[in-house]
């Protein structure tokens, strides 16, 4: 099974984003585009990306009214992305409609986007969801919960944190894709992310796929953090 490590190209700008590219020379990467970049950009940064021949992830979290998703789903199906993604707090409704939105703009003879749905934020910790949210419950059941009403909307997968990958796992299977942002080289964290673990603990708790930003976007040598990042996420194995 492909199990990517998926750079967030978190930059505010396409000169940044060459910048950055730049000093991966002729490496196919995996490359997510989330809305600092989209918003300032537009979609001319996706076919730009494509271009060059990476795999895109267009991470610009959707939530709203089903009708609303689903022309917004069917514009972002015509850019040929790989990977879109939705708030499962939307409901299943919306859901579903982000499907049949990617299904209606998927141009002939193309594959439609993989479609997953942030459960909980990795910034979101259990007091949040009991102090501030007021969501009733334990975080991972919380996740395991928005999880399933992803699957059962037809949607590919979910956006969760390392700690909740086991428990998706057994309970939706393996084929359904665990995309875990809140990657960082040591297990400790003074940013805003809370749910975090280290690339080789997401490889051993099942993760399908890690999303990492600033850790290599930050690093004085991007390139070699990129490396150090893939080596401890490739090293354990299947
Ligand atoms: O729950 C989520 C959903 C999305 N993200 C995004 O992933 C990256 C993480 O960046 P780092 O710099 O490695 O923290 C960022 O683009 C977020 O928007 C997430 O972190 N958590």
């Known amino acids: 099974m492909d199990r990517p490590l998926i750079i967030a190209l978190d930059f505010q700008d396409r ?5 950055f590219l730049k000093k991966f020379e002729d490496e196919k990467l995996y490359v997510k585009v989330g809305m600092e970049l989209f918003y300032q950009e537009g979609p001319s940064i996706i076919s730009h990306i494509k271009q060059l021949g990476h795999k895109i992830f267009l991470d610009l979290k959707l939530h709203d009214i089903p009708n609303t998703v689903k022309q ?3 514009g ?3 850019l040929d992305v790989d990977l879109v993604n939705v708030h499962a707090a939307g409901g299943k409704k919306m859901m579903q409609a982000a499907i049949e939105g990617l299904e209606a703009g998927t141009p002939e ?14 910034s979101t910790s259990q007091s949040m969801v009991d102090e501030e949210l007021l969501i009733k419950g334990d975080i991972n059941e919380v996740v395991l919960h928005y999880a399933q009403n992803a699957k059962e909307s037809g949607l590919e997968g979910v956006v969760c944190s390392t700690h909740e990958v086991e428990s998706l796992n057994q309970n939706l299977g393996t084929s359904f894709m665990t995309v875990t942002p809140g990657i960082r080289m040591k297990d400790d964290s ?7 673990a280290t690339p080789g603990q997401a490889r051993r708790l099942g993760s399908t796929a890690i999303v990492v930003g600033r850790s290599i976007t930050k690093a004085e040598n991007p390139y070699k953090a990129y490396l150090n990042v893939k080596k401890a996420w490739e090293e354990i194995g299947e």
Do not use: F, H, N, W
Request: net charge positive; aromatic share 0%.
């Open 190 to 196: 003074s940013d805003d992310q809370t749910r975090i």
């Open 76 to 78: 972002l199906a015509k």
């Open 15 to 19: 000169q940044e984003v060459e910048t």
């Open 109 to 122: 003879g193309k594959k439609r986007p993989a479609c997953i749905a942030v459960t909980q934020l990795t």
């Open 72 to 74: 917004a789903m069917r």
